[in-house]
C-alpha cells in the first residue's frame, strides 16, 4: 500500500537536515505524480518487540564466531532489512531502560519512584501526564497495542488502602491505574519479569485468572501470589497469541496500529516451550533464546497471514544485554554464562561486561529493522543510535513532532532506515550502570567511576567496591570532594574504534579530551535535554559520580 499525499506532507514538516530534506521533497514530487493511483494512509504499521536480557552475541547476525545458537528469525531481519551494530541502551537495567524507551527521556532525570512492594508489585514509574509511545501514536491516528512485559509499575487496588503488596492486593478488582492509562488502546501484560510475582497477566487492566495460587519459578525462586492456571513455560506462547489477536483485529480497521510487544526471555526463568527443550547446541540457556527467535518468526507471520507485512515497519531489539548469571543451570548462578564459552558461545559477544555494568557487554544490543519497500535489504549501519530515540523516530515518522519538553532526550534515525548514504545524527549518549554513568563522544567512551560500574553478587569484574579500593591506593589518600575524582585514577576513557574491548584505559593519556568529555556531560545532566531545545529542568538532579563507596571519603 502507497503512503500517498497526506503522509508525504506529514513527512516534510518535520524533517530537519539539508539532505533528508531534499529527499522530502523528491519523495512529495513523486507522491504527487502518482497520486492517482496510491491510496491515502497515515502511514505504516509499526510493530516494536523488545527482548529480555537478550545478549549482542545471542544473535547469529551479530555475534557471528562468538555465537553458537541458531537465530533465523532475527538473522532474517538483518538479511531482509538494516542492522544497527552500534545501537546501546540507556541503562543496562530493566526498569529504566524501558522508562527511557518509553518517554524518550533519560531515566537518569526522573525522581525514583515506588509506591508498591518489592518486584512487579512497584508503583507507577513516571506520571501519566508525560507523553509516552503510546499516546505519541494515539495523537497521529493509530489504534496502539501493548503485550507482554510491562515493568513500567502500575497502581492495583488493595484491600485496605495500604500500598500495594503480596498481601493488600484485591485481586479481583482492577487496575487503579496501568499501561491502558499510558496511551495503549488495548494491553495483555505481565507485571514485572517472568521471575518476580504476581504471577498473573493482566489484559486491559483487570485480572486474568483466579489469583489464589502461590508459585515460584526456578532461578531466584521467588515465592509469590500467582493464576491457578499460570505456568512459566506457557508465556511466550500466550504472548505470540495475544499479539496475533491484536493484529488479526487491526487488520478489519481502516487506521494504522502500533504494537509494542516485550517479550520474557531470555530473561531468567530459564523457561522454554516444551517444543524447544533440547533444541539448541548448548543446553537449556540457548532453548530459550531460540523459543524467543521464534516468537519474532510468528509475528512476522501473523502480519504476512494478514496481508500486512508489506505495510509494517518491524523493529527488534533488547532492554540491554545479558545477565552473566544465566546459562545451562535453572539457578541463577554468578558468572555461569562463561560456562558457555566451553561451548562457542558468548551471550555478551565480543564485548565486555554484563548487565547492570557501564561496560558494552551490558549497554550495546542486537537491533534490527525491516520495512518493505523503504528499508534495502542486506544493509548494515554502524551509526550510533539508541532505545531513547523511539520516540523521535516514530514523531517522524508520523509527522507528530513532540512538543518541545517531550521526548527532549530522543534523536530520530529514521534517515538511516530510509536513505543508505544518511549518515545518522546522534553524536553522543549517556548511559548507566547501576553504579557508574557511560558517556560516548563518536568513537570515544567515558566511564565515570573506576570497574565495571556494577556491584554486588551480579556485577561484572572488577566490581566497583574493589575497583574504588584499588582506585584509593593508587591515588594516594583520600579525595577532598568530588572535584578530586575527576582525574584518571577515578575514571576510564576507551577508544572503541581501536579498543572495542575496553582493555587499554587512556585516561592519564588524553588529560585534556577526558576534561572535556567530563564538562560535556555535566552540561546534559544540567540543561535537561540532550536534543536542541529550551532547557529544562530534571525531576532529580542527576550526580556525576554515581553511587560513591563511604570507604571513599
Known amino acids: 500500500m502507497g503512503y500517498g ?59 557471528s564466531e562468538f555465537c553458537n545458537i541458531d537465530t533465523p528469525h532475527f538473522d532474517q531481519l538483518c538479511a531482509d532489512g538494516i542492522k544497527f551494530t552500534d545501537a546501546h541502551v540507556t541503562d543496562s537495567v530493566c526498569i529504566p531502560s524501558r522508562v527511557s524507551i518509553m518517554t524518550g527521556r533519560y531515566a537518569l532525570r526522573f525522581n525514583s519512584q515506588n509506591s508498591g512492594g518489592p518486584w512487579a508489585f512497584l508503583g507507577p514509574q513516571f506520571s501519566p501526564d508525560r507523553l509516552t509511545l503510546g499516546d505519541l501514536m494515539k495523537r497521529a491516528g493509530y489504534a496502539t497495542g501493548y503485550v507482554g512485559k510491562w515493568h513500567l509499575g502500575t497502581e492495583m487496588t488493595t484491600r485496605n488502602g495500604e500500598v500495594q503488596n503480596a498481601e493488600t492486593v484485591d485481586f479481583t478488582r482492577p487496575l487503579k491505574l496501568g499501561p491502558n492509562d499510558y496511551g495503549f488502546d488495548e494491553t495483555f501484560i505481565l507485571p514485572g519479569s517472568l521471575d518476580m510475582p504476581p504471577y498473573a ?10 489469583v489464589t495460587a502461590e508459585k515460584g519459578w526456578s532461578a531466584f525462586n521467588r515465592l509469590g501470589p500467582a493464576a491457578e492456571d499460570f505456568v512459566d513455560h506457557e508465556v511466550l506462547g500466550e ?40 533444541k539448541s547446541r548448548i543446553g537449556i540457556y540457548g532453548d530459550f533464546v531460540m523459543n524467543a527467535d521464534a516468537c519474532i518468526g510468528r509475528i512476522r507471520e501473523s502480519l504476512r497471514s494478514h496481508g500486512l507485512d508489506d505495510d509494517t515497519l518491524i523493529m527488534v531489539t533488547s532492554d540491554h544485554g545479558p545477565g552473566h548469571y544465566s546459562g545451562r543451570k535453572h539457578e541463577a548462578t554468578a558468572f555461569q554464562a562463561e560456562e558457555m564459552h566451553e561451548d562457542g558461545h558468548h551471550a555478551n559477544g565480543p564485548w565486555r561486561g554484563y548487565k547492570f555494568s557501564a561496560l558494552e557487554g ?56 530510509e536513505d543508505p548514504e544518511f549518515e545518522g545524527v546522534r553524536e553522543s549518549l549517556v548511559a548507566r550502570g547501576s553504579r557508574a554513568h557511560s558517556y560516548r563522544e563518536g568513537e570515544w567512551k567515558l566511564i565515570v567511576g573506576p570497574g565495571s560500574g556494577s556491584n554486588g553478587l551480579f556485577a561484572s569484574r572488577p566490581d566497583s567496591n574493589t575497583a574504588w579500593k584499588n582506585a584509593l591506593e593508587s591515588y594516594g589518600g583520600k579525595p577532598g570532594g568530588l572535584e578530586d575524582l575527576k582525574v584518571a585514577e577515578f575514571v576510564q576513557l576507551y577508544h572503541l574504534a581501536v579498543d572495542p574491548e575496553e582493555s587499554n584505559d587512556l585516561s592519564s593519556r588524553e588529560p585534556e579530551r577526558l576534561k572535556a568529555m567530563m564538562e560535556a556531560l555535566e552540561k546534559v545532566f544540567e540543561a535537561g535535554r540532550s536534543r536542541p531545545g529550551t532547557a529544562l529542568p530534571n525531576d532529580a538532579e542527576p550526580e556525576l559520580f554515581r553511587a560513591v563507596p563511604k570507604f571513599v571519603w
Not at 505470540?240 to 502500533?258: L, W
Request: charged share 20%; net charge negative; proline share 7%.
Open 5 to 63: 499525499l497526506a503522509f508525504a506532507l506529514k513527512k516534510v514538516s518535520v524533517w530537519k537536515h539539508s539532505a533528508h530534506m531534499f529527499r522530502s521533497v523528491l519523495f512529495l514530487s513523486v507522491a504527487l505524480l502518482t497520486l492517482a493511483s496510491a491510496p491515502l494512509s497515515a502511514g505504516p504499521n509499526v510493530v516494536f518487540i523488545l527482548a529480555d536480557d537478550l545478549g549482542y552475541g545471542d544473535i547469529e547476525s551479530f555475534g
Open 201 to 210: 497477566f493482566i489484559k486491559n487492566g483487570m485480572w486474568k485468572g483466579s
Open 239 to 278: 504472548f505470540c497469541r495475544e499479539a496475533d489477536r491484536f493484529i488479526s483485529e487491526q487488520a478489519k480497521e481502516d487506521e494504522p496500529f502500533f504494537l509494542f510487544v516485550g517479550l520474557t526471555a531470555p530473561h531468567t526463568p530459564t523457561s522454554p516451550e516444551p517444543e524447544f527443550l533440547g
Open 362 to 417: 551490558g549497554q550495546r544490543v542486537p537491533f534490527a529493522a525491516v520495512w518493505p519497500g523503504v528499508i534495502a535489504p542486506g544493509r548494515v549501519s554502524d551509526a550510533l543510535i539508541s532505545t531513547v530515540d523511539l520516540m523521535a523516530t516514530l514523531a517522524e515518522l508520523t509527522g507528530e513532532a513532540p512538543a518541545d519538553n517531550e521526548g527532549p532526550d530522543s534523536i530520530s534515525f529514521l534517515g538511516l532506515l
